[in-house]
């Protein structure tokens, strides 16, 4: 089972200490984890908390799915493992000038 939830719908004030203090009254907190852009540094809106069992991890998000942290309703549920991406490109779909197709 999975004791690691997804945190959506966070304020981009509310800061990893806010998070811990949020989820410490349903159990142990092992890890936060806020997503930030890594250009500028700010919050994303969303992070990953891990709870140190599968049981306080469900216990939490039942409590705390669509309560309200700095004026803000968060979503919570256990987090999904993470795809895999492909490497390579910048996604921009361009291929670069000297891939011109020569007919």
Known sequence: MNNKLFVGGISYNTTENDLQDAFAPHGTVSEVNLITDR????????????????EEANKAADALNGSQLDS????????????????????????????????
């Not at 309703?73 to 490109?89: C, F, Q, Y």
């Open 39 to 54: 250009m500028s540094g700010k919050s994303k809106g969303f992070a990953f908390v891990t709870m140190s069992t599968p």
């Open 72 to 103: 803000r309703s968060l979503t919570v549920n256990l987090a999904r493992p993470r795809e895999d991406r492909s490497g390579g490109g910048n996604g921009s779909g361009y291929a670069g000038a000297g891939s011109r197709s020569r007919y």
